[in-house]
């Protein structure tokens, strides 16, 4: 079964750190590039980032709203993505999604896991 | 990156037809044809419905279905179903390896 399990999230105070993990099963983890998208409580999807295979350099990117607080990596030999989140503020609090990239959508989605930062 | 544009709601009763749009610029919807869609039922991870404007993932029905015209992408869906009561968002590759979302729209099945 082709599945993404996300785990690591908790509660962390304004300007507090976290990693969040993404284990990846059923699929060729190391040729797939992995986006995390997060969900505020009611309110809709947004992107944050996402890291390409070795094949294309384990290239980055993020959306403006993290970049330079957030930083996605990724251990193939783990099937395992990370994001590591520093500088965390009230607005970062959401459910965090990793996702598969397929033909620049994104296809299988894990169950998502809860960030909350607050004081 | 601004968020594509959704209506907030949209309603249709059992069998009919609907329509969600989903406006961007020039920068983003209208510069690629990588427009995706997501249906998320409540506290559910969303479910890829469409992706490249109009082509459908494996499993999904054909009753869904994907049209692009210059910055606005638009989601069809046919033969409405109570299951097909969900939240609807699109998403466009905005360049420069990143993604925009719309900001959703909230679908009744009456």
């Known amino acids: 079964e082709v599945q993404l399990v996300e785990s690591g999230g908790g509660l962390v105070q304004p300007g507090g750190s976290l990693k969040l993990s993404c284990a990846a099963s059923g699929f060729t983890f190391s040729g797939s590039a992995i986006h995390w998208v997060r969900q505020a409580s009611g309110k809709g999807l947004e992107w944050v980032g996402r890291i390409r295979s070795k094949a294309n350099s384990y290239a980055t990117a993020y959306a403006a709203s993290v970049k330079g607080r957030f930083t996605i990596s990724r251990d193939d030999s783990k099937n395992t993505a990370y994001m590591e989140m520093n500088s965390l503020k009230t607005e970062d609090t959401a459910v965090y999604y990793c996702t598969k990239d397929w033909n620049y959508g994104m296809d299988v989605w894990g169950q998502g896991t809860t960030v909350t930062v607050s004081s | 990156q601004s968020a594509l544009t959704q209506p907030a709601s949209v309603s249709g009763s059992p069998g009919q037809s609907i329509t969600i749009s989903c406006t961007g610029t020039?920068?983003?919807?209208?510069?690629?044809?990588?427009v995706s869609w997501y249906q998320q039922h409540p506290g559910k991870a969303p479910k890829f419905m469409i992706y490249e404007v109009s082509k459908w993932p494996s499993g999904v029905s054909n009753r869904f279905s994907g049209s692009k015209s210059g910055n606005t992408a638009s989601l069809t869906i046919s033969g409405l179903q109570a299951e097909d009561e969900a939240d609807y968002y699109c998403?466009?590759?905005?360049?420069?390896?990143?993604?925009?979302f719309g900001g959703g729209t909230k679908l009744t099945v009456l």
């Open positions: 998403c466009s590759y905005a360049g420069s390896s990143t993604w925009v």
């Open positions: 020039s920068s983003d919807v209208g510069s690629y044809n990588l």
